[in-house]
T-cell receptor, first 111, second 114 residues
Framework: KNQVEQSPQSLIILEGKNCTLQCNYTVSPFSNLRWYKQDTGRGPVSLTIMTFSENTKSNGRYTATLDADTKQSSLHITASQLSDSASYICVVGSTLGRLYFGRGTQLTVWP | NAGVTQTPKFQVLKTGQSMTLQCAQDMNHEYMSWYRQDPGMGLRLIHYSVGAGITDQGEVPNGYNVSRSTTEDFPLRLLSAAPSQTSVYFC?????????????FGPGTRLTVL
């Protein structure tokens, strides 16, 4: 069964600290993996997209990694800011065109 | 570009009423889709379209209809609203829908069915 599992479900960190969010998937055949940021009351916004041949991609303070062999991805946030408080969603695309969404990790950054 | 726009932002319906959620994009994207987001669950695909005149069902299509008469617009119709359709609805678009195209989401419509 094609699934995307994210951990932790929620996370609280202090401003300025780093954190890493995890995503494990069983989607096959694999095409791409995306990370989205969703602020409360807003639509998701794309952070990174990685294909099979890419194992890391950065977008400012956000760095995503992909291990296609173990079917794992992580999103590392450096020097967190209050504006990083949001839900982070891992999405895996199959070569058949279907997208599979994780339930998200709710990140709260405290001052 | 306005990107993906959705109206209304909020809506309250009574059971059995019908309504249409509007979605428009000005990026000339071929692929458009509708999702619903419920607490504790990932986004679930309702219907999608790969171009004008072409629509198909997603994961949870029951109770919803769509049409795609133009590239820009992709309205979602609730035929007879039920409390189970209380949710936040997101419209999204991308260039082609295949491969690693960036998907752009609208701001969402929060629907409550009493």
């Amino acid at each position: 069964k094609n699934q995307v599992e994210q951990s932790p479900q929620s996370l609280i960190i202090l401003e300025g600290k780093n954190c890493t969010l995890q995503c494990n998937y069983t989607v096959s055949p694999f095409s791409n993996l995306r990370w989205y940021k969703q602020d409360t009351g807003r639509g998701p916004v794309s952070l990174t997209i990685m294909t099979f041949s890419e194992n890391t991609k950065s977008n400012g303070r956000y760095t995503a990694t992909l291990d296609a062999d173990t079917k794992q991805s992580s999103l590392h946030i450096t020097a967190s800011q209050l504006s990083d408080s949001a839900s982070y969603i891992c999405v895996v695309g199959s070569t058949l065109g279907r997208l599979y969404f994780g339930r998200g990790t709710q990140l709260t950054v405290w001052p | 570009n306005a990107g993906v726009t959705q109206t209304p932002k909020f809506q309250v319906l009574k059971t059995g009423q019908s309504m249409t959620l509007q979605c428009a994009q000005d990026m000339n994207h071929e692929y458009m889709s509708w999702y619903r987001q419920d607490p504790g669950m990932g986004l679930r695909l309702i219907h999608y379209s790969v171009g004008a005149g072409i629509t198909d069902q997603g994961e949870v299509p029951n109770g919803y209809n769509v049409s795609r008469s133009t590239t820009e617009d992709f309205p979602l119709r609730l035929l007879s609203a039920a409390p189970s359709q209380t949710s936040v609805y997101f419209c999204a678009s991308s260039l082609a829908g295949q491969g690693a195209d960036t998907q752009y989401f609208g701001p969402g419509t929060r629907l409550t069915v009493l």
